[in-house]
């Protein structure tokens, strides 16, 4: 004959009868040994799946997820897309914008020429000028003193990785490194005429400055790749 | 009585997030992985992938549980920026997974054969084990249980859910999540008592 009270045992374990279901069914294990041997191993049961460890997976399924997600699986070489700068937006213009834009370039160019010859300003409330040069003028060269030599370092750094690069990084590299060479050849020609231009002396530093960052970043990227 | 403490255990860690500082590393990093950072979702998956796992293998059974554990990583990086911080990472992604083993049910269903008797399986799992690979076998055992079972089995007695959820989880009423959780634990104990 079944014991219905055997069916209701698992409730009685996890507390879901009422007091008086509860109560008569505790009434009832104390003369059903079978009853008592069956909520004793129900209650090893769950102790049992209560305390289940958990288990990575035999296999890592990480490569997977990631060219699934779009990324890379163990990116330990930084991407060479994401260092080098992207190539310049193309743009198109109206014949109209085109012969403005010649023209402002035409006024822009004379007025920097006209500015870089004018005399220095004759500094007639100051008295004498001095024989060397002002201050201003040592502290940049003094700059430009420590950007030669963070350069020189950088690209002893470069040398020595050289071969880490690919070949398209090199040519971008060399590409920037030659734009931003001129523009330092430029600015230093001008400042032999005129050391003390403000204008000259600061886009020097400009100039030298991005090609600091410029080879920090590859350098960087040939200290990583493998 | 030791149902108390494991019930006990069970609400503490409710959520079975652990270690404080795992959620607090979560929170962190599934910010960063809303913006994008894949490396901040990788180290998720390192922290939670074993869990999400093991559930999965309960669940659905280990042929299916790779690719399932891979599906739920995925969707949980495509709805990241839907986490509000409001639960543990823990609680949210287990959710998400439940959601995603519960979707897989239908189909898995359709082309097992395994959803047999209960008794029947249990029968036919390994004679008693070692001592050493008992809780493998146990394991085994459940994997080998009906699905429905199954199913009630983990998320009541893993997984510390209530009738009451398990019912909305599984579309059933709770009188029969009740009667299926009776059910699998009588059809383990006989498994145990071998």
């Known amino acids: 004959m079944h014991d219905p009270w055997a069916d209701r045992l698992s ?10 279901e509860r109560a008569a069914l505790e009434a009832h294990l104390g003369s059903c040994p079978d009853c008592a ?16 460890d958990d288990r990575p997976p035999e296999r890592d399924l990480w490569p997977a997820i990631a060219a699934r997600i779009s990324a890379p699986a163990a990116p330990r070489v930084i991407e060479l897309a994401t ?18 834009a010649a023209l402002a370039l035409v006024f822009m160019s004379g007025g920097a020429v006209w500015l870089l010859r004018q005399p220095p300003a004759p500094h007639a409330a100051a008295g004498p000028v001095p024989a060397g040069p002002v201050a201003g003028t040592s502290f940049v060269s003094s700059t430009w003193n420590g950007y030669d030599a963070a350069i020189a370092d950088l690209e002893r750094v470069l040398d020595l990785h050289r071969e880490r690069l690919d070949s398209a990084t090199i040519r971008v590299l060399e590409e920037n490194l030659r734009i931003i060479d001129a523009a330092i050849d430029e600015a230093r020609r001008a400042l032999e005429a005129d050391p003390a231009n403000s204008y000259l002396n600061g886009h020097l530093v400009n100039s030298m400055q991005r090609k600091l960052d410029l080879l920090r970043r590859v350098a960087a990227l040939a200290s990583v790749a493998t | 009585m030791a149902y108390q403490v494991y ?5 503490i860690t409710g959520t079975r997030d652990r270690d404080v500082a795992s959620a607090s590393l979560d929170r962190a990093d599934a910010a960063s992985a809303a913006r994008g950072d894949a490396r901040a979702f990788e180290r998720i998956y390192a922290r939670h992938v074993a869990r999400i796992h093991s559930l999965a293998r309960r669940m659905i059974g280990p042929e299916d549980a790779d690719d399932a554990t891979q599906e739920i990583f995925v969707r949980a990086w495509t709805r990241i920026a839907t986490f509000r911080g409001d639960a543990a990472f823990g609680t949210w992604l287990h959710r998400l997974a439940i959601n995603v083993l519960l979707g897989r049910r239908a189909s898995l269903a359709t082309h097992r054969d395994r959803f047999i008797e209960a008794d029947a399986a249990i029968a036919s ?3 008693r084990p070692a001592s050493t690979d008992l809780r493998m076998d146990f394991e ?16 009541h007695d893993v997984e510390g859910y209530k009738h009451e959820e398990i019912a909305g989880m599984l579309g ?4 029969t999540s009740k009667s299926q959780l009776h059910r699998a634990r009588m059809a383990l104990r006989a498994h145990l008592d071998r």
């Open chain 1, 83 to 100: 260092r080098i700068p992207a190539p310049p937006r193309r743009f198109s213009f109206t014949a109209g914008q085109l012969v403005a």
């Open chain 1, 11 to 20: 409730e009685y374990l996890d507390d879901e009868l009422s007091p008086a």
């Open chain 1, 37 to 52: 041997a069956t909520l004793a191993d129900l209650e090893r049961v769950f102790a049992r799946a209560a305390s289940l």
């Open chain 2, 125 to 127: 799992a390994p004679a």
């Open chain 2, 172 to 175: 059933i009423s709770t009188g």
């Open chain 2, 140 to 155: 085994t055992a459940i994997e080998r249980l009906p699905s429905g079972a199954r199913q009630v089995l983990v998320l």
């Open chain 2, 7 to 11: 019930r006990a255990y069970q609400v």
